[in-house]
C-alpha cells in the first residue's frame, strides 16, 4: 500500500472511541446524522488497518484492497450494531470486517483460476443452484449472465462486472469503480448490494 506509513500516521490522530459514545454516534448516524457515521469511520480506520496488515502478511493480498474491503465491512457494521444485544461495537465491526476482507480474498483467488464468464458464479448465485440440486453447467453461458444483469441499473452492472471481473481483464475494487463514476465507496457498495439482491431474487424466480 502506497505511503503506507503516512496513512497511517494520518490515521492515528482518531483513536478509539470510548463504546458509549460511538452507541450514541451510531444512533445519531442511523437517523441520517452524516457527521456522526463519518465520526464513527474516522476513529476505527486505523482497527480496519490492523486487520488489514494482517490479512495481507498471511496471504500476499495487496494491502490497499483488503483495507478498501475493510472499510466497507465498517459501513455494514454501523448499519447493522443494534446495542441491544449487549456487544460492543468493536466485535461486531471485527466480525463484518473480516467477512468482507476474507470474502475479498476467496474471491480474488477463484477468480485467478475460472475465465471470466463464470465469474458470474462468485456472486453468490452458485447458492442457489446448489440448494435446488442443480449442476452449474445449465448457466455457464455469457448469454445467460448478460441476461441475469440486464435488470439492473447501469451502474448496478459496471460495478458487478468489475468487482467480480466479469468480461473485464482484471476485477477491481469498491474504491476503484467507486473513483471511476465519481462516486464514494460507501454509495458504490450500497448499489452493488441492491444489484445483487435483484440477481437472487430473479435467479430463485427462474428456478422455480
Known amino acids: 500500500m502506497p505511503g503506507i506509513n503516512y496513512y497511517k500516521e494520518k490515521i492515528s490522530q482518531y483513536p478509539v472511541l470510548p463504546d458509549k459514545e460511538v452507541r450514541s454516534l451510531i444512533a445519531l448516524a442511523k437517523k441520517g446524522d452524516i ?25 500476499g493480498v495487496e494491502l ?24 460492543r461495537f468493536l466485535t461486531i465491526a471485527k466480525y463484518y470486517i473480516e467477512r468482507a476482507i476474507k470474502t475479498y480474498i476467496r474471491d480474488k483467488r477463484k477468480v485467478v483460476h475460472a475465465p471470466a464468464y463464470k465469474t458470474v458464479t ?34 448496478q452492472q459496471f460495478i458487478i462486472r468489475r468487482y467480480y471481473g466479469i468480461g473485464v481483464e482484471q476485477r477491481k475494487s469498491f474504491r476503484w469503480i467507486g473513483n471511476e463514476r465519481g462516486r464514494s465507496r460507501q454509495i458504490t457498495w450500497h448499489h452493488y448490494d441492491k444489484g445483487m439482491k435483484k440477481l437472487k431474487k430473479k435467479l430463485r424466480k427462474e428456478l422455480k
Open 35 to 59: 457527521e456522526a457515521r463519518n465520526k464513527v469511520v474516522k476513529h476505527n480506520l486505523l482497527f480496519v488497518l490492523k486487520l488489514g496488515l494482517v490479512a495481507s502478511y498471511n496471504t
Open 64 to 87: 490497499d484492497e483488503l483495507v478498501s474491503e475493510g472499510n466497507i465491512g465498517l459501513f455494514e457494521a454501523i448499519d447493522h450494531y443494534d446495542e441491544k444485544n449487549g456487544a
Open 122 to 155: 462468485f456472486c453468490d448465485v452458485n447458492e442457489v443452484y446448489h440448494q435446488n440440486h442443480l449442476q452449474p453447467t445449465s448457466y455457464e453461458e455469457t448469454d445467460f449472465i448478460d441476461n441475469l444483469l440486464s435488470e439492473l441499473t447501469e451502474f
